[in-house]
């Protein structure tokens, strides 16, 4: 089985501290490395975590704001570096497109990789390439700013006693998946005798943004769920004033959402301390995470 899941590069908002640096976070699914809003250091949190960078195979920018994306042109500067061979795709705000260009060309480099641009210019289906279904949706920030939705694709699962009994191992387990059906000692055996679909998981991602329908929406039944709460309620004024949410409004969303998982990030430099924030968010969604620097959580 591959290796399944996110890595905290960063979860500092617009002033890194000396604990937390710019807000990047690294998903490691099916094989591939989606890197979400890569703030200035990212190149250098890669080492920390004892990652390589050509890992990365999807880059998301929410928005072009600094803490989310001063760290994307030396990100592809490293994987050039690195010459990577697979394509790098890029998800971002149609809207920014030349600060994506200003940050992919800000130095002189020789460009060996291939980029791939995906500029969204209108919400709900980006991508669906076999390996993941790609939504996007607009979020409550001021400026142009995309919450993202990941799903995998469902996938066919068996019940090995199942298979056991019915004399059906090696080979013929991959000719029964792909033929749908089997003759075995003269009977003939269908898929779903012996196999479940098992939905694909999906991963929610939303930062800088007002509670908002739009957040909901990216959340509803996600699995995991990555989001901002650069506040704690008492500075609830603050939150509102600067287009951001607490702890608690995102455990409000992550209970109406009915998701699996919430992580909380996107902290405020004000705070020191990020305990508080589990613990007020908790009092509405028990299985609330706080990220860190490095940390890593499993998406299973």
Not at 89 to 106: E, I, T, V
Not at 161 to 188: A, F, H, N
Not at 253 to 278: D, K, M, N, P
């Amino acid at each position: 089985m591959s290796v399944k899941d996110l890595i905290i590069l960063g979860c500092s908002s617009q002033q890194p501290t000396r604990f937390r640096n710019h807000g990047a976070y690294l998903l490691r699914w099916n094989d591939e490395g989606l890197l979400f809003d890569p703030g200035e250091g990212t190149q250098r949190q890669f080492i920390f975590a004892d990652i390589a960078p050509p890992v990365v195979t999807r880059i998301f920018i929410s928005h072009f704001h600094g803490d989310h994306c001063l760290g994307f042109g030396s990100m592809l500067m490293r994987l050039n570096l690195d010459k990577v061979t697979h394509p790098i795709h890029c998800y971002y705000p149609a809207s920014g497109k030349k600060f994506f260009d200003r940050l992919r060309y800000s130095c002189m480099y020789h460009e060996h990789i291939y980029v791939v641009e995906h500029p969204v210019r209108q919400e709900g289906l980006v991508e669906d390439d076999g390996k993941f279904r790609i939504e996007a949706a607009f979020l409550d920030h001021g400026v142009e700013n995309i919450g993202w939705r990941v799903t995998e694709p469902d996938a066919i699962r068996f019940h090995k006693e199942e298979l056991k009994k019915r004399g059906i191992e090696g080979p013929l387990v991959k000719q029964l998946e792909q033929k749908k059906s089997l003759e075995i000692g003269g009977r003939l055996i269908s898929l779903e005798e012996v196999s479940y679909i098992r939905k694909g998981d999906t991963f929610a991602y939303v930062v800088d943004t007002r509670p908002c329908k739009s957040a909901l929406t990216l959340a509803k039944g996600a699995r995991m769920f990555l989001c901002e709460s650069t506040y704690l309620q008492e500075e609830c004024r603050l939150a509102e004033e600067y287009q951001h949410m607490t702890a608690l409004q995102a455990a409000e969303i992550a209970r109406e959402a009915g998701v699996h998982t919430l992580i909380l990030t996107h902290f405020s430099a004000r705070y020191r301390e990020l305990e508080a924030f589990a613990r007020e968010a908790r009092t509405v969604f028990p299985n609330t995470f706080v990220a860190e620097d490095l940390k890593r959580f499993s998406f299973l």
